[in-house]
């Protein structure tokens, strides 16, 4: 509580993992939603029904939809969190997603078209809130210390997945399928009031903070401290060839995370024959293991440059460069291997070596712009929203039948993008 700046760390981490845990929750719930169920009729026949008939392109849709509206508000999201400050607009995104959510079982029950509106609109909210975390790093974090406090508070993306897929496949079993939303949704209402008390946009705002570590923070930022305004210069952000190996990192991180997030649940149900429990369990496994990862690389990452083993572009390099083809190798061996403890173990290995890219290209806008860290996010996160509408669509169009190859495809596709995002940033990022 005395170190404020980590205080910050860890309430951002929480609603990173609300974030992630409104994206995951569908993910989950569709697999019920569309489950054949036995019900017995009035003449006494069986019948196995689904409660929604949609086919696997449908779902793809449903589960890509939330994108749509999410890649609208990055760049805004950005700029708005570099003009007013990334406390309110971080918490506002969650909190009117929060309240989406929980009404998505009324929605979902009207049509498929009206849940996928609802998703859009959630995607439009909570699109403004990643980028908004590098305006308050820009703020809170000194530069020695930035690859640890982003990695704590990323790595909620993570937790947020961990505690989402078997809370939502225990709460579908139990409770039925609409609990998911109710308690995820509800979840991210009570963050909100949190957040609005514990966490202030600046250091200086902090009535809570000590002298000391204010002093620290402003002295280690110096002549970085960031400034309120629009003022942005474009040109050269666009023109700016790191800046374009920031945003290939990026897209290149989301292929990989979103095929996951969206389709590891059905893979490990029509491939390894996981029941619903089951499946919500072992999938969240492999985001157990990289909220463990980003930690460490976190702290590795910083002690490298403090006892300047390795330079700023060389800690990026490094790191995200070993986490993209270690993803690739590890992907395609869980789509070759297709038994139920070894696939497990080679998608934990994949997800949990992503960990290293947190200490890459995730705090890298920091070290290259900090005064514009939240505008760049916003661009590079809009590109790298493009993957969450194109993966799952995708995958809908490739898994069909389903059969073991039809996933391989899917995971070769995933491999090979991340294998060309390590070549583009090895050349050409910077720090």
Known sequence: WKRRRYVVAIMALLGFANIYGLRANLSIAIVAMTAKTEIVLDNGTVAHVREFDWDSKVQGYVLSSFFYGYIVTQLAGGWLAAKFGGKHIFGMGIAVTGALTVITPVVAKQSASLLIAVRVIEGLFEGVTYPCIHAIWAEWAPPLERSRLAAIAFSGCYIGTVVAMPLSALLADKLGWESIFYVTGGIALLWYLLWCVIVTDSPSKDRYISNLELRYIQDSIGEQQVTRTANHPWKSIFMSVPVWAIIVAHFTDNWGFYTLL????????????????????????PYLVVSVTAQISGQLADWLQEKKILNTTQVRK????????????????????????????????????????FSGYGVNHLDIAPQHASVLLGISNTIATIPGIISPIVAGYIVTTPTAFEWQIVFIISSCIYVCGAIFYGFFASG
């Open 262 to 285: 969206t389709q590891l649940p059905t893979f490990m149900k029509d491939t390894l024959n996981f029941d619903l429990a089951s499946t919500g369990i072992v999938a969240a496994i």
């Open 318 to 357: 490094v790191f995200n460069c070993v986490a993209y083809i270690g993803q690739a190798v590890f992907l395609l061996l869980a789509g070759y291997i297709l038994s139920p403890i070894g696939s497990t173990i080679c998608l934990a290995c994949a997800v949990g070596i992503g960990g290293l890219q």
